[in-house]
């Protein structure tokens, strides 16, 4: 077959395909945003029933009271990831139809945030029982989702997934420890005294926050290396996120927990002090427990951030110095200097090579 002039032959390009369903621009969506969102949901609904089970168990009154005012914390943080979980996806469907528009992102996540918290909030009057703390529970939950929404119309999708999943990760962490307070309180002296169970209880709470903050490191490093992989095989153009982002994913979950003591101390101040003035006890103990969730949502983000920023730079390689050399080419250079002239050759030599 003869070439034709002015016909360049095709050839195979080496450049991966980008996917086009994802607009080209600098930011990137949040993997695995509807699994989270489904996650979060379900996360939601057992908070939801374990409270009304909880509360329905108990006999009108007093003890309704002081068991809502125990699980309000538990409802809130749920509601929190929830609605940021939820306008993370919403905030991914957006993103593929109309791109990446700032406005329209964080109208749609306070959206999606404000149709999971009337979801919630209607569950709540409809399935509860009719006492005073139905609607406080209820508007408090509401106002949890709607700001975890706006919390997910951050710019940086990427980052505010793994701030989400590390979030629930650790929320589920927090109710599953609960199994091993017993045996952690044996092995740290817990006895008769009240001391002992002071102590005792001091350093289970300092384990806790302690084992929380390093799985929520953990979980924002390993959520955003995914999404990062991701990233690369759909766009190998495609921006990577600095230590910052890092940073602030596993710092993210101490701060929604101290997010939502801010919300539960707000909007559910009103029961906090009702629970409160049921008795001296009730009222120390109230105080006590909104001091330690405090103290664990510091402890979350201080370990969570530590922990992210220390597995990011394990996998940084180490950086050359301006002073180091840059190698060579080990194969040796053709020597032009001591190559014979033509004109010394001998000329016999010469003749019998002609």
Do not use: C
């Amino acid at each position: 077959m003869t070439k034709q002039p002015g016909r360049v032959p095709a050839a195979e390009s080496d450049e991966p395909v980008v996917d086009p369903a994802i607009p080209s621009g600098r930011s990137m969506p949040a993997p695995g945003a509807a699994a989270l969102a489904l996650l979060a949901l379900g996360w939601l609904a057992a908070m939801l029933w374990s409270t009304r089970e909880a509360i329905a168990s108990s006999a009108a009154g007093v003890t309704a009271i002081s068991l809502s005012a125990f699980a309000l914390p538990g409802v809130i943080s749920a509601a929190l990831v929830a609605g940021a979980a939820v306008a993370l996806a919403f905030g991914n469907l957006l993103f593929r139809r109309y791109g990446d528009g700032v406005t329209l992102r964080f109208v749609g996540a306070i959206g999606a945030g404000m149709v999971v918290g009337l979801a919630a909030a209607l569950a709540i009057n409809l399935t509860y029982f009719d006492t005073s703390t139905t609607n406080v529970i209820a508007g408090t939950t509401a106002a949890a989702a709607i700001i975890g929404g706006a919390v997910a119309g951050a710019r940086t999708a990427p980052a505010v997934g793994a701030v989400t999943a590390a979030a629930l990760g650790t929320l589920v962490f927090v109710v599953a420890f609960s199994r091993a307070r017993d045996p952690l309180f044996d092995l740290f002296g817990a006895g008769d005294s009240q001391e002992s169970l002071v102590n005792a209880a001091k350093w289970v709470s300092r384990t806790e926050s302690l084992v929380a903050g390093v799985l929520a490191g953990l979980l924002a490093f390993g959520y955003l290396s995914w999404a990062r992989r991701r990233a690369v095989r759909r766009d190998p153009d495609a921006p990577a996120l600095r230590w910052p982002a890092y940073l602030l994913a596993g710092a993210g979950p101490g701060l929604l927990l101290l997010l939502a003591e801010v919300i539960i101390r707000i909007g559910g101040r009103s029961l906090l002090d009702l629970a409160g003035a049921l008795s001296e006890a009730d009222a120390v103990a109230q105080t006590s427990l909104g001091t330690s969730r405090v103290d664990n949502g510091i402890w979350v983000l201080f370990v969570g951030a530590l922990t992210a920023l220390i597995a990011f730079g394990r996998t940084l390689g180490p950086a050359r110095s301006d002073d180091e050399p840059v190698a060579a080419d080990d194969s040796p250079a053709p020597d032009t200097d001591h190559q014979p002239d033509p004109a010394d050759a001998d000329p016999a030599e010469a003749d019998r090579a002609r």
